[in-house]
């Protein structure tokens, strides 16, 4: 049975464009209405993962935590982020369980260490198995503060923790934006960005090089940052950047039916 790692965009689960700590949650019950209409119609295991928005860019740049945690204050706004992440989990959980999904929190600050802010012990082996015991069940990671070796602690994106579980349960990645893909420039500035339908090892520099980082607060640098994570992590799987904000694109995604959006084969 395939699995597929699902990561739900910070820009399309929050109000991210307007920096407030709200979820949209009409948004997050369609989402899981989808998703359980995929599941009845035989789409495989799926690992969850979603964005952080302002419950964790905001607090970050908020606190100066980006590069690490050494001060009492720095300390403070560690927790602070974890917990509001936190919150943010629960409501997403809370949207997928009101439709009858099984699904399961893990905080990647308990199972996830870093060293200058790259991964360097992951344990996957709970996940691993709760995929194991019932394909129903779906394990629900998010954006958060993880300990640091060398920093103290540090930001571990969603993004990262797609590429990651990725790699390492070889899986399908699907990354739902609040855009159909992956556009030359930055499509809700500039009127002329183009599309790219397909990114593969010709084209990933000129593309990485057009790409724009994020307008709004994002310390994992928006676009640019899902791309070199990609890049660094997921040669020889197949990756679909696509809109979740269109109705009906989360199910066709999983069910691999015909989506707009960009497709990554590195």
Do not use: W
């Not at 369609?30 to 964005?51: F, K, N, P, T």
């Not at 952080?52 to 935590?65: K, N, R």
């Not at 394909?135 to 629900?140: G, H, L, M, S, Y």
Request: charged residues 25%.
């Amino acid at each position: 049975m395939e699995t597929t790692v699902l990561k739900l965009g910070g820009g399309v689960v929050t109000e991210k464009d307007a920096n407030r700590r709200s979820a949209r949650v009409d948004v997050l019950r369609r989402l899981a209405r989808e998703l359980r209409s995929a599941r009845e119609q035989g789409a495989g295991r799926i690992v969850l993962v979603h964005g952080a928005g302002p419950f964790g860019h905001s607090l970050v740049a908020e606190h100066g935590i980006a590069d690490g945690v050494a001060s009492p204050r720095q300390v403070e706004g560690f927790v602070a982020t974890h917990a509001s992440m936190r919150e943010l989990d629960e409501l997403v959980l809370g949207a997928l369980r009101a439709e009858g999904l099984l699904a399961v929190a893990l905080p990647p600050c308990a199972c996830l260490v870093q060293e200058r802010r790259a991964v360097r012990d992951f344990f996957v082996e709970p996940i691993e198995r709760l995929l194991a015991l019932d394909a129903r069940i779906i394990p629900v990671l998010y954006g958060d503060m993880v300990a640091d070796r060398a920093l103290g602690a540090s930001v571990v994106s969603g993004d990262v923790l797609v590429a990651e579980l990725g790699r390492r349960l070889r899986a399908r990645v699907l990354l739902g934006t609040d855009v159909p893909g992956i556009f030359t420039a930055d499509p809700k500035r500039d009127p002329a960005a183009r599309p790219v339908p397909r990114i593969d090892r010709g084209n990933l520099a000129a593309v990485l090089e057009s790409v724009s980082p994020a307008a709004t607060v994002d310390v994992t640098r928006g676009m640019r940052g899902k791309l070199e994570a990609i890049a660094a992590s997921l040669a020889g799987l197949e990756v679909l950047v696509f809109d979740l904000g269109e109705q009906g694109a989360l199910e066709r995604a999983l069910l691999r039916r015909p989506v707009a959006g960009t497709e990554i084969l590195l």
